[in-house]
């Protein structure tokens, strides 16, 4: 369990995890084995300072993932002013063999008409780990 410790509220799920962006909700998304992940989790919780917990239940796998304010310290003479920035982390409890793990990340198929995003090839690009590679397929907007 992540946080075990951290004072948790319990939720209901009615919400698919995700975090705002100018360009819309950036959703999250997981397969194990061939089957999907549902949109919304089995239980949601709220943690301090903004950060939520979703759990999925499966019989042969535990996931959760944690989405939570992140401060990135970087130079702002360099990267431009932050406006905010967050940190995803997955957490799989496997309570059986498990073949293929696949996690991914989507924003809008339409996005707002002045916005302007494509895949940059950064770390986090939401990778296909059975083929021990990241694939920009995922990331097409």
Request: aromatic share 6%; net charge negative; with cysteine.
């Amino acid at each position: 369990m992540l946080l075990p410790t951290t004072l948790r509220t319990r939720l209901r799920s009615a919400d698919r995890p995700a975090i705002d962006t100018p360009f819309g909700p950036l959703t999250f998304a997981t397969a194990i084995g061939d089957a999907g992940l549902p949109p919304l989790p089995d239980e949601l919780f709220e943690l301090p300072g903004g950060r939520t917990i979703a759990r999925w239940i499966r019989p042969a796998a535990r996931v959760e993932l944690l989405l939570t304010p992140y401060d990135a310290e970087l130079d702002p003479e360099v990267w431009g002013p932050l406006t905010d920035c967050h940190a995803a982390v997955w957490r799989i409890d496997a309570l059986a063999p498990l073949r293929r793990v696949q996690f991914s990340v989507g924003l809008p198929v339409r996005l707002p008409e002045d916005a302007n995003a494509g895949w940059d090839g950064g770390a986090g690009t939401g990778g296909d780990h059975d083929r021990g590679q990241e694939d920009p397929a995922h990331c097409r907007r």
